[in-house]
């Protein structure tokens, strides 16, 4: 039985059809929230004034009465013994002396307000994760305003204003949990729903401005944000700096050297991300950097020495295109993959294959060493090592397409890949196509 907006009885699921008279009969009894009302009463609620006229007593008991049996059939599904059991006959003791009356007798499950009640009750008790699921299932059983055929009768306000105070009072724990559980966009259509019904409630609207002002300013440097729900991943592209990303493991493209020298720019441009990385994360010290660089690569076979004469300057040994190793710094992991060739001029040259080799490869690392952290990865080839076959936009698919594809494959990556796009390459980046890729059904599917 429903009455979180209009009646509604149904038998096994079937929907029973009620006449108006029956209906507001019903809807009485149930404003009496489990308490037994006299005959006398319901005939003046439900039938109104001339109910009280003089020779319609006895007339007006019969209507009752079968208005009651109507009722009882109804919600026994045709059983009038069933219908007995829930729609209870009572004697009460009232200044007029002993009268009949009428009390539903009806568990949570059966009437949905009661069961509403039942579940935002129960919310309380509960942790957030919990509590979010009871209370979205409570919100979910509201079809309009309760007890709607009784708007502004006197006998139905007491449980309107109850029913849609616990309304209001299960949107506001909802979208407290959704905040608390770092999900605030999925508070907002919450509140909008509430100012929709609650237009001239500036409570409501206050609610609605604020959770709107929180997620404008935490999606403030979000360009791009798209889950691949079947493999519970999130692709996120930012305009800001890599190394803000303080919750992230970090990739930073090298050289095939694995230079980090940045004395005077020569063999490394402090603009660059190692020069960076070793200026923010290491202090400018890039010995500290060389030490761990040394100590990671130790496994990997060097394909070529060079001679001092020939590089006078920084490292000699050359490692294989594609190779990555992690470096350790704090609790998270840097992530140096090399994808150019660091010519004896001093001038890194790179090609889209040379990339895509190395982003295999960084995938493979990032899940062997990333403990599931969210990873940033800048725009790689867009720098001094320049891709010239590939505008930024291809890169930025380039490097999300093989992240989707290796997660496809099956391997737990990460939660989330997040392409950090510096503000002076944003204009020179078009997300549009990078936006239809991530849309396509095929990386979607289970």
């Given at each position: 039985?429903?009455?979180?907006?209009?009646?509604?009885?149904?038998?096994?699921?079937?929907?029973?059809?009620?006449?108006?008279?029956?209906?507001?009969?019903?809807?009485?009894?149930?404003?009496?929230?489990?308490?037994?009302?006299?005959?006398?009463?319901?005939?003046?609620?439900?039938?109104?004034?001339?109910?009280?006229?003089?020779?319609?007593?006895?007339?007006?008991?019969?209507?009752?009465?079968?208005?009651?049996?109507?009722?009882?059939?109804?919600?026994?599904?045709?059983?009038?013994?069933?219908?007995?059991?829930?729609?209870?006959?009572?004697?009460?003791?009232?200044?007029?002396?002993?009268?009949?009356?009428?009390?539903?007798?009806?568990?949570?499950?059966?009437?949905?307000?009661?069961?509403?009640?039942?579940?935002?009750?129960?919310?309380?008790?509960?942790?957030?994760?919990?509590?979010?699921?009871?209370?979205?299932?409570?919100?979910?059983?509201?079809?309009?305003?309760?007890?709607?055929?009784?708007?502004?009768?006197?006998?139905?306000?007491?449980?309107?204003?109850?029913?849609?105070?616990?309304?209001?009072?299960?949107?506001?724990?909802?979208?407290?949990?959704?905040?608390?559980?770092?999900?605030?966009?999925?508070?907002?259509?919450?509140?909008?729903?509430?100012?929709?019904?609650?237009?001239?409630?500036?409570?409501?609207?206050?609610?609605?401005?604020?959770?709107?002002?929180?997620?404008?300013?935490?999606?403030?440097?979000?360009?791009?944000?798209?889950?691949?729900?079947?493999?519970?991943?999130?692709?996120?592209?930012?305009?800001?700096?890599?190394?803000?990303?303080?919750?992230?493991?970090?990739?930073?493209?090298?050289?095939?050297?694995?230079?980090?020298?940045?004395?005077?720019?020569?063999?490394?441009?402090?603009?660059?991300?190692?020069?960076?990385?070793?200026?923010?994360?290491?202090?400018?010290?890039?010995?500290?950097?060389?030490?761990?660089?040394?100590?990671?690569?130790?496994?990997?076979?060097?394909?070529?020495?060079?001679?001092?004469?020939?590089k006078p300057r920084g490292r000699r040994l050359r490692y294989?295109?594609?190779?990555?190793?992690?470096?350790?710094?704090?609790?998270?992991?840097?992530?140096?993959?090399?994808?150019?060739?660091?010519?004896?001029?001093?001038?890194?040259?790179?090609?889209?294959?040379?990339?895509?080799?190395?982003?295999?490869?960084?995938?493979?690392?990032?899940?062997?060493?990333?403990?599931?952290?969210?990873?940033?990865?800048?725009?790689?080839?867009?720098?001094?090592?320049?891709?010239?076959?590939?505008?930024?936009?291809?890169?930025?698919?380039?490097?999300?397409?093989?992240?989707?594809?290796?997660?496809?494959?099956?391997?737990?990556?990460?939660?989330?890949?997040?392409?950090v796009v510096h503000p002076d390459d944003l204009r020179r980046?078009?997300?549009?196509?990078?936006?239809?890729?991530?849309?396509?059904?095929?990386?979607?599917?289970?």
């Amino acid at each position: 039985m429903s009455v979180l907006g209009p009646v509604r009885v149904e038998s096994d699921g079937v929907p029973v059809q009620l006449t108006p008279l029956t209906r507001r009969l019903l809807v009485r009894l149930v404003a009496a929230d489990g308490e037994a009302v006299p005959v006398r009463q319901l005939r003046w609620d439900v039938w109104g004034r001339q109910a009280d006229l003089p020779g319609q007593g006895a007339r007006g008991r019969n209507e009752v009465q079968k208005r009651v049996v109507e009722l009882r059939r109804a919600i026994g599904g045709g059983d009038l013994l069933l219908g007995a059991r829930v729609l209870r006959t009572e004697q009460l003791s009232t200044a007029r002396g002993s009268e009949t009356g009428y009390r539903l007798s009806l568990a949570p499950a059966e009437l949905d307000s009661a069961r509403f009640t039942e579940l935002v009750n129960d919310s309380f008790q509960v942790g957030p994760v919990m509590a979010a699921w009871r209370l979205e299932e409570a919100l979910g059983m509201v079809r309009g305003r309760p007890l709607a055929e009784a708007a502004g009768e006197e006998f139905a306000e007491p449980l309107i204003r109850r029913l849609t105070g616990l309304q209001d009072t299960a949107r506001r724990e909802l979208i407290s949990c959704r905040v608390r559980l770092g999900r605030p966009e999925l508070a907002l259509p919450v509140a909008e729903a509430a100012v929709r019904d609650r237009p001239d409630d500036p409570s409501w609207a206050s609610e609605l401005g604020r959770l709107r002002d929180g997620l404008r300013g935490r999606w403030d440097d979000e360009l791009l944000r798209i889950a691949l729900p079947d493999r519970a991943i999130e692709v996120v592209v930012i305009c800001g700096d890599l190394f803000d990303q303080e919750d992230a493991n970090l990739v930073a493209g090298f050289t095939d050297t694995f230079d980090t020298e940045i004395d005077q720019d020569l063999v490394i441009s402090r603009s660059s991300i190692q020069g960076q990385l070793v200026e923010r994360l290491f202090g400018g010290r890039s010995e500290l950097l060389d030490a761990e660089l040394e100590r990671a690569l130790r496994p990997v076979p060097v394909v070529e020495r060079e001679r001092s004469r020939d590089k006078p300057r920084g490292r000699r040994l050359r490692y294989p295109i594609g190779t990555t190793v992690a470096v350790p710094v704090g609790r998270r992991r840097v992530f140096a993959t090399a994808y150019s060739r660091l010519g004896n001029d001093m001038v890194a040259r790179s090609g889209p294959e040379h990339l895509a080799l190395a982003l295999d490869r960084l995938w493979e690392a990032v899940a062997l060493h990333g403990q599931y952290r969210p990873v940033a990865v800048p725009m790689l080839g867009s720098g001094l090592a320049r891709i010239v076959d590939l505008d930024r936009g291809r890169l930025a698919r380039l490097i999300v397409e093989s992240f989707v594809r290796a997660c496809l494959d099956g391997t737990p990556v990460a939660p989330e890949l997040r392409l950090v796009v510096h503000p002076d390459d944003l204009r020179r980046t078009d997300l549009l196509e990078l936006e239809r890729f991530l849309q396509e059904a095929p990386y979607r599917r289970g």
